[in-house]
């Protein structure tokens, strides 16, 4: 049974850092393109970053831009998202999401693009 596991999650003071992990179970991951999306407190899911199955192609959102950078290692079956200096409006429940390569395309984030979908993890900012 397919199933993608988020990990990496916590709470941590402004100006911290955090990996996010997504590991992939009952599927190859290098077949498909990936993102991060994530939902705060009273707000729509929003779209964070995008990675493509082969990793030579990355996408973000103009907040995620020079701090946030996502990566993968197919031989891991992981795709990362590594967060730097986070600040309180990241505080949210991150999920990551996929879709075999080539079927994402115009709106990388459209959430309805997207077919397997990971149980969230939560990702505190906070002093």
């Known amino acids: 049974q397919w199933q993608f596991v988020e990990s990496g999650g916590g709470s941590v003071q402004p100006g911290g850092s955090l990996r996010l992990s997504c590991t992939a179970s009952?599927?190859?991951?290098?077949?498909?393109?990936i993102a991060w999306f994530r939902q705060a407190p009273g707000k729509e899911r929003e779209g964070v970053s995008w990675?493509?199955?082969?990793?030579?192609?990355?996408k973000y959102v103009d907040s995620a831009k020079g701090r946030f950078t996502i990566s993968r290692d197919n031989a891991k079956n992981t795709v990362y998202l590594q967060m730097d200096n986070l600040e309180p409006e990241d505080a949210a429940v991150y999920y990551c999401a996929g879709s075999p390569s080539g079927v994402v395309v115009g709106n990388f984030w459209d959430e309805g693009q997207y077919v397997y979908w990971g149980q969230g993890i939560e990702v505190t900012v906070s002093s």
């Open positions: 990675i493509s199955g082969s990793g030579e192609t990355t």
């Open positions: 009952g599927f190859t991951l290098n077949y498909y393109d």
